[in-house]
């Protein structure tokens, strides 16, 4: 069974451009959830998909948006980057029914300069 | 709202010691509760999870935490700590709405001395 799966592992952007980051919920999972960590710090949710929609935000500004895909993947898109955007983005899924019960990917991290 | 609070930033401990990192919780409804490991340049591993059902929680790794409402925590502890124990733990605890969203505490790093 393959877990969440991230793509990049790091990547370097400039401040004002924009990133894809993507991910690949595990088997049988339907509901993916983004975290932001920065360094030092514990993780911060960003939002949750589930069936396609956005179910759920935290508190981050709408530069940062994402999809869900019909195969349950995801990507967060983050437009207009900050240096304080610099963080590892960590992507979660939950299988169906336990949407508390979230499973981590390993990461991107992102480095704003 | 809900929080977490880990209290130590860090602990260090010998090896074949106990392990004991304190997690406490602020909740206004039952809560679902959790704790996380997480390697260096790793993604968080589950280790256990408390959801309502017996109090005390056996996880992966001889990891286990018994949630106590009266004192409002999640306490992790190990009877013989592993110098691979090393590693950020994180407690985390959701809030109760559609999204579950885990709400994280700011980590407490495990040293495990020789």
């Known amino acids: 069974e393959t877990g969440v799966t991230q793509s990049p592992t790091h990547l370097i952007k400039t401040r004002g451009q924009q990133v894809t980051l993507r991910c690949s919920s595990q088997s049988g999972h339907n509901t993916v959830s983004w975290y932001q960590q920065a360094l030092g710090q514990g993780p911060q949710f960003i939002f949750q998909?589930?069936?396609?929609?956005?179910?759920g935000r935290g508190n981050f500004p709408p530069r940062f948006s994402g999809l869900q895909f019909p195969n349950y993947s995801s990507e967060l898109n983050v437009n207009a980057l900050e240096l304080d955007d610099s963080a590892l983005y960590l992507c979660?899924?939950?299988?169906?029914?336990?949407?508390?019960?979230?499973?981590f990917g390993p990461g991107t991290r992102l480095t704003v300069t | 709202a809900q929080s977490v609070t880990q209290l130590g930033s860090h602990v260090s401990v010998s090896e074949g010691a106990l392990v004991l990192l304190r997690c406490n919780y602020s909740s206004s409804v039952p809560p679902y509760l959790f704790w996380y490991v997480q390697y260096p340049n790793q993604g968080l591993q589950l280790l256990l999870k408390y959801t309502s059902a017996a109090t005390l929680v056996k996880g992966i790794n001889g990891f286990e935490a018994e949630f106590k409402k009266s004192e409002t925590s999640f306490h992790l502890t190990k009877p013989s700590a592993h110098m691979s124990d090393a590693a950020e733990y994180f407690c985390a605890v959701t809030r109760m709405d559609s999204s579950y969203k885990l709400i994280f505490g700011s980590g407490t790093r495990l040293l495990v001395r020789p």
């Open positions: 998909y589930y069936r396609e929609e956005e179910n």
């Open positions: 979660a899924s939950s299988p169906p029914g336990t949407p508390s019960e979230q499973y």
